[in-house]
């Protein structure tokens, strides 16, 4: 069936670094793609998405890129913030199932 | 609703009672979702409604656990006999469409605390 696998973490970095979570799906067919984040305390929240191949989806300074060549939709920043501390993960839909995540990935960022 | 409300936020009972879990979902949004969070394992698809029926109820860990909806709103998922295993944080999303690529809305979840 459906997975999606995502980068162990937990991520550590100081404030102003560079991020990159990895992500790649196995689907059989075209599935959408999703990043949520859930920050300490608080629910998921979708924080981007993309829906066909070469999409890239962007939010707060993230952004992701469906990349179907390599089954991949890594998200990257270019400067974290004390403030993105918090759980991501990385999940797919298609027509007939459900969204299906990853097991998430924690970032936690030091100032 | 503004959002979507789950009660109650925190759960404790003992091993062997049943519980029962309730969610609110935003108004007017027909598809209804409810996931597992354990620590480690990341969410686990458990139900989803369309209107007040249940096209996928694969997820569902055991007969002891069941779901409802009323009135094409409020969803009740029922534990039944609880097991030190159940305990999870709970969470309900509801989505204006079917499983679309709309994404979800999630609310806060219930901590569900077997002893």
């Known amino acids: 069936g459906d997975s999606v696998t995502q980068m162990e973490g937990p991520v550590t970095l100081s404030e102003e670094a560079f991020l990159t979570i990895n992500c790649t799906y196995t689907?059989?067919?075209?599935?959408?793609l999703f990043w949520y984040v859930q920050y300490p305390g608080e629910g998921l929240q979708l924080l981007l998405k993309a829906t066909k191949a070469d999409d890239k989806g962007s939010n707060k300074g993230f952004e992701a890129t469906y990349r179907k060549e390599t089954t991949s939709f890594h998200l990257e920043k270019g400067s974290v913030q004390v403030s993105d501390s918090a759980v991501y993960f990385c999940?797919?839909?298609?027509?007939?199932?459900?969204?299906?995540f990853g097991k998430g990935t924690t970032l936690s960022v030091s100032s | 609703g503004a959002g979507v409300s789950q009660s109650p936020s925190n759960k404790v009972t003992e091993k062997g009672k049943d519980v029962e879990l309730r969610c609110d979902p935003i108004s007017g949004h027909t598809a209804l979702y409810w996931y597992r969070q354990s620590l480690g394992q990341g969410l686990e698809f458990l139900i989803y409604?369309?209107?007040?029926?249940?096209?996928?109820k694969s997820g569902l860990p055991s007969d002891r656990f069941s779901a409802e909806r009323t009135g094409g709103s409020v969803s009740t998922l029922t534990i039944q006999r609880t097991q030190q295993e159940d305990s999870a944080v709970y969470l309900c999303?509801?989505?204006?469409?079917?499983?679309?690529?709309?994404?979800?809305?999630f609310g806060s979840g219930t901590r569900l605390t077997v002893v």
């Open positions: 999940a797919l839909t298609q027509a007939g199932t459900a969204l299906i």
């Open positions: 999303a509801s989505s204006l469409r079917d499983r679309g690529a709309y994404g979800y809305t």
């Open positions: 409604f369309q209107g007040n029926s249940a096209p996928d």
């Open positions: 689907a059989t067919g075209y599935p959408s």
